[in-house]
């Protein structure tokens, strides 16, 4: 029995609940991110349905669709008030974290405007995708980019705040955090329109990537940022697909018809279900751990836990926050 415990102590940081098992934390994580999509369209899609049914531009299916994931953030920041076990990760998203802040942010939607243009930009060197220009609205497209961020910050909310942090709470490595959250964030895209066993790879390594940015940037923000200029580049800027939907409405459409399968496109899912895109986000989360792993502040802890995070860090970096 003794030595059960001296293992388990070594796995959990500190004594656990049924609550704190991990399935349990990916149920309701799945619970959550449903209840979420649920509110959404019922506050949103669902009241508008005439208007979006009515408009032939598209403008208003696509703005209701991104922002109806606002009901994602309205109710998972409900259950962490309410919830005594989850209320420390409120502090996370806003400023007590280092990384927190306007310079990561716009960091975040350089690094991905820039990732996506890279993967965009070689699809279209190779011929494997030909664009042409639709039209320009910039009060629309700012509205919309407004949606994306609303979109991608719901599922980071989830992902690498509520289910990253709950994990982190209950297991002493972060590894178990980083992979088990950055997975549940490939499994939710597993039944997108022409998702293959590559982008859901594809999808789990961008997890790793911006799991990386929480635990050694110590900014949820900046992963809101990548993942939004993610998005909103390839869906609204190039028309290519989002996770396999294309938007009715971008200042560049695709010519379909003309697209092809390669190293740098699926045809299906987009530049997200290639090799050249699993290497480039792979590439940015080593990155990411070669600049930011030496720093002293990283993984903010809501849970106040100093001691534990102390040993999960590499000697030196422990040995500095004991200081």
């Known amino acids: 029995m003794e030595k059960i415990k001296s293992v388990l102590g070594k796995i959990y940081n500190k004594k656990i609940n049924f609550f704190d098992l991990c399935i349990v934390l990916i149920i309701s994580s799945y619970i959550l991110i449903t209840l979420g999509e649920i509110v959404g369209r019922l506050g949103l899609i669902l009241p508008m349905r005439s208007l979006i049914i009515s408009d032939e531009t598209g403008f208003f299916s696509i703005f209701f669709m991104y922002a109806s994931f606002i009901g994602i953030w309205i109710v998972v920041l409900l259950w962490c008030r309410i919830s005594k076990k989850s209320r420390p990760i409120l502090s996370v998203l806003w400023t007590k974290p280092r990384g927190n802040n306007i310079k990561m942010l716009l960091l975040g939607l350089l690094i991905g405007f820039g990732t996506n243009m890279l993967c965009a930009s070689s699809a279209l060197i190779h011929k494997d995708i030909h664009i042409y220009y639709d039209s320009f609205h910039p009060v629309k497209l700012l509205v919309l980019l407004i949606a994306v961020f609303v979109q991608s910050s719901a599922e980071e909310l989830l992902c690498r705040g509520f289910l990253y ?43 790793v990537f911006f799991a990386f940015m929480v635990y050694y940037m110590d900014s949820i923000w900046c992963a809101f940022g990548v ?95 004991n200081e």
């Open 165 to 207: 942090q709950r994990l982190r709470r209950t297991f002493r490595h972060p590894a178990v955090a980083i992979i088990v959250s950055s997975a549940f964030f490939g499994i939710l895209h597993i039944f997108n329109k022409g998702v293959t066993a590559l982008a859901i790879v594809d999808i789990i390594v961008t997890g």
């Open 227 to 321: 993942h939004t200029a993610w998005n909103y580049t390839q869906n609204i800027i190039l028309g290519l697909p989002n996770s396999g939907n294309v938007t009715p409405f971008s200042i560049f459409k695709l010519d379909a018809a003309s697209a092809r399968d390669s190293l740098f496109y699926n045809v299906g899912f987009g530049v997200e279900g290639t090799y050249f895109s699993v290497a480039v986000l792979a590439i940015g989360a080593l990155v990411v751990y070669l600049i930011y792993r030496k720093n002293k502040e990283r993984d903010y802890d809501p849970w106040n836990l100093p001691a534990i995070n102390a040993e999960a860090l590499p000697e030196n970096t422990a040995e500095s926050t």
